[in-house]
């Protein structure tokens, strides 16, 4: 490729307002894009950047703006929605596609895509963020400690809040449950139906069993054929074991009706954490191994809080890419950079405890 330029779609959303910002202050000059006129030219004019403004719901449009780019940075989420018409755009304009989602059905759609890509030679490198950098970059590193693992549980904490766009995800997953995979297969179980006690900081926390991008990702990173996520969630416990107890009120949950009207009121009453939780907070992941004789390897991550991450480590993607350094097809972050790639944001940690 001889393209010069590099696009951030979504630049006016939470996310992507803070990685442009953050692009800025380091150099970079991204095409700022996405659909509301005002807010995107108004960001570009305030920071000097070009802009272009276009829906998705035409893939020759898209491709037509995508054509110049070297890579598309996919900020706009829910990503189950958005993610197909970027990712066919990409491949028509021969621009690698990069984004920020944690999603499992949109993990499967992208990697559908896998042979498309490479034969346009480009790079499909879904949840380059905190969906999914650190906890891919521990589940590689504990498939290099123990390369026969027959199981893998990742348990995080580091969220200073969530953003509008990341709840509206999580809200559009509700109908399915959550997930787990097991003997190398997806598995649907009940909301709240897994419960553990992990200690992050020395410390017993209850985590449960959550959706997560590595259930579905960390099978293609470590070929590791059973997978479990968790992570705190402030709900009550009777409340969790009413829910996991209950599939007529999971179903209420997940009912289109319901998240319909969570989704609708997302927009006018969450903002996302605010400056000073990005800046104090901190993610800690704990990463467990067991093979089929019982050996047990653990590690713990620790880095900078979960949306502050997100910016940096999307930025090193974009950074490598531009530089030329990546593999066509779809890649999780470990594939691409390896596991030393969760290190390319400064202050990360990661090491075994035992």
Not at 50 to 56: K, N
Not at 247 to 273: K, R
Request: overall charge neutral.
């Amino acid at each position: 490729m001889d393209k010069k330029k590099w696009m951030i779609y979504g630049a006016n959303g939470y996310s992507g307002e803070l990685i442009t910002r953050l692009a800025r202050k380091v150099g970079l000059r991204p095409v700022l894009a996405g659909r509301n006129q005002n807010q995107i030219e108004n960001l570009a004019k305030s920071l000097g950047l070009e802009s272009a403004v276009f829906a998705l719901d035409d893939v020759a449009t898209v491709t037509r703006h995508l054509a110049e780019m070297e890579l598309v940075l996919h900020c706009a989420g829910p990503y189950v929605k958005t993610a197909e018409p970027m990712v066919k755009a990409a491949i028509a304009a021969k621009t690698h596609y990069v984004d920020i989602t944690g999603e499992i059905p949109a993990y499967e759609l992208i990697h559908d895509y896998s042979d498309a890509a490479k034969d346009a030679d480009i790079m499909l490198l879904p949840g380059s963020g905190f969906d999914i950098v650190p906890t891919d970059c521990v589940a590689a590193f504990l498939k290099e400690k123990m390369p026969k693992a027959e199981k893998l549980h990742l348990s995080f904490q580091g969220l200073g809040g969530i953003s509008a766009g990341t709840l509206k995800s999580a809200l559009g997953q509700m109908g399915s449950g959550s997930k787990i995979r097991k003997n190398g297969k997806l598995e649907n179980i009940p909301f709240f139906s897994l419960r553990k006690e992990i200690s992050f900081a020395g410390e017993l926390t209850s985590v449960y069993s959550i959706p997560w991008g590595d259930v579905y990702t960390a099978f293609f990173s470590t070929k590791i054929p059973n997978i479990e996520v968790y992570t705190e969630i402030p709900v009550p416990e009777f409340i969790a074991d009413a829910i996991s107890q209950s599939s007529g009120l999971q179903s209420f949950l997940g009912s289109d009706f319901i998240v319909n009207i969570g989704q609708s009121l997302v927009d006018a009453f969450v903002d996302g954490p605010d400056e000073k939780s990005r800046r104090t907070g901190k993610t800690i992941v704990i990463g467990e191994v067991w093979d089929a004789a019982g050996n047990y390897k653990k590690v713990r991550l620790t880095a900078k809080e979960g949306y502050s991450y997100t910016f940096e480590s999307a930025l090193a993607s974009v950074r490598r890419i531009l530089k030329g350094d990546f593999k066509p097809g779809f890649q999780t972050p470990s594939l691409a950079y390896g596991w030393k790639f969760a290190l390319d944001v400064a202050g990360t940690d990661i090491r075994e405890m035992n």
